[in-house]
């Protein structure tokens, strides 16, 4: 067992773009630990392993107060095998992180922080509904920094609508100046629950060309690089030894425990989900009958699984472990119609292993779909 992810379903407010689910009604954040500190009691038979991994994701973890995560820390020692050198992450937004409560979280067994800043320009900030400012963002990122956080890893986002390069330079400078350890960037997505889509559908924005796109992808590689970040993942970039563990567990095909309102599992075999409704996950927490959902995935959904995360690294897919895993026929397949992406030097086979090469990084939607068995 990887790790444990812990959904903390709150938000101040919503952001345009998010289609998380998160709440904004704090007043039940008491009874939301408790059910989640039941949840992880009542599922610590799953855990046969050492958790190698706890990840605090939401939602707004931040939201918390150290009487939450205290309770919840408690819970998750008591019942679980914690490994000595586990990641413990937590995410957080800039302005919930005063000196006070930065200071806080340092004294928590986390040591590594993630924070949601997305921009570095106050009108893109302000479009995203996000609380900070540039500046506060920046100012949050030196405050962990003093109070003894040396694993931070932030998140941008590029793709806009009205998005510039030149204002994306500007914030790939601003992020490579902060001298943190990893930053996630991801292009935006216009998901239909959210109110970003709804401006897209009335024609309020427009989307920036896929040209712009690209060419922003590429900036985003280049300078990442230049910087001393390893592409690790393809919206992942990290300084030598500040790899993601989590997530790096996840594209790895390694088992996980979901706890909270719509967090999900997976034991190799099978993915499961919790109900996606605050209300009714405290009130299981009550009765400790907690819904969740599940679905066994078959030999075809798991070798897809298996081509889609581990193309997404620069590990790239071993080719003896597909066989053995999926065996010869699906080995076959895969290799059979990666032949024309090689040739075409979008894929490259190195070591055993079948990769992404920088050209292929642009088009891996389409290649990954091409090798997936439908």
Same mark, same amino acid.
């Given at each position: 067992m990887a790790g444990i992810y812990l959904h903390i379903p709150f938000c101040k407010s919503r952001c345009t773009y998010c289609d998380f689910y998160t709440g904004i009604n704090e007043s039940q954040m008491d009874a939301f630990v408790d059910a989640l500190c039941t949840e992880a009691a009542l599922r610590r038979e799953e855990a046969n392993e050492p958790i190698g991994t706890i990840y605090f994701g939401g939602g707004t973890p931040s939201r918390l107060h150290r009487n939450h995560f205290e309770q919840i820390f408690d819970t998750l020692y008591r019942y679980y095998p914690i490994a000595p050198a586990a990641e413990i992450t937590v995410e957080a937004n800039p302005d919930d992180l005063t000196d006070a409560y930065a200071e806080m979280l340092g004294s928590l067994p986390f040591n590594r922080l993630s924070m949601g800043i997305q921009s570095f320009d106050n009108s893109e900030l302000q479009f995203l509904n996000?609380?900070?400012?540039?500046? /506060?963002?920046?100012?949050?990122?030196?405050?962990?920094?003093?109070?003894?956080?040396?694993?931070?890893?932030?998140?941008?986002?590029?793709?806009?609508?009205?998005?510039?390069?030149?204002?994306?330079?500007?914030? %790939?400078?601003?992020?490579?100046?902060?001298?943190?350890?990893?930053?996630?960037?991801?292009?935006?997505?216009?998901?239909?629950?959210?109110?970003?889509?709804?401006?897209?559908?009335?024609?309020?924005?427009?989307?920036?060309?896929?040209?712009?796109?690209?060419?922003?992808?590429?900036?985003?590689?280049?300078?990442?690089?230049?910087?001393?970040?390893?592409?690790?993942?393809?919206?992942?970039?990290?300084?030598?030894?500040?790899?993601?563990?989590?997530?790096?567990?996840?594209?790895?095909?390694?088992?996980?425990?979901? *706890?909270?309102?719509?967090?999900?599992?997976?034991?190799?075999?099978?993915?499961?989900?919790?109900?996606?409704?605050?209300?009714?996950?405290?009130?299981?927490?009550?009765?400790? %009958?907690?819904?969740?959902?599940?679905?066994? %995935?078959? %030999?075809?959904?798991?070798?897809? /699984?298996?081509? *889609?995360t581990g193309l997404r690294t620069m590990w790239g897919i071993d080719l003896q472990k597909l066989k053995g895993r999926f065996g010869e026929e699906l080995h076959d397949y895969c290799l059979e119609n990666a032949r024309r992406y090689i040739d075409q030097r979008l894929l490259q086979t190195e070591k055993g292993t079948l990769k992404l090469t920088r050209e292929g990084i642009f088009i891996s939607d389409g290649i990954m779909s091409d090798l997936m068995r439908v």
């Open positions: 996000r609380r900070h400012t540039a500046q /506060e963002a920046i100012d949050a990122v030196r405050r962990c920094q003093q109070w003894g956080f040396d694993n931070i890893s932030i998140d941008l986002m590029y793709g806009l609508p009205g998005q510039s390069t030149a204002l994306w330079q500007h914030n %790939l400078e601003q992020a490579v100046a902060l001298n943190i350890q990893h930053i996630s960037s991801y292009h935006l997505i216009y998901e239909e629950r959210t109110r970003m889509y709804r401006l897209l559908k009335t024609g309020r924005i427009t989307p920036v060309s896929e040209e712009t796109s690209r060419e922003m992808f590429a900036m985003l590689i280049d300078r990442l690089t230049a910087a001393g970040f390893i592409h690790y993942e393809i919206s992942s970039f990290a300084r030598e030894g500040f790899f993601s563990r989590h997530n790096s567990a996840y594209w790895k095909d390694v088992k996980y425990i979901g *706890l909270g309102p719509s967090a999900h599992s997976y034991n190799g075999k099978s993915r499961s989900w919790n109900v996606r409704s605050i209300v009714r996950y405290n009130k299981s927490g009550e009765n400790g %009958l907690f819904e969740r959902e599940q679905e066994q %995935l078959s %030999l075809q959904e798991r070798y897809n /699984e298996f081509i *889609l």
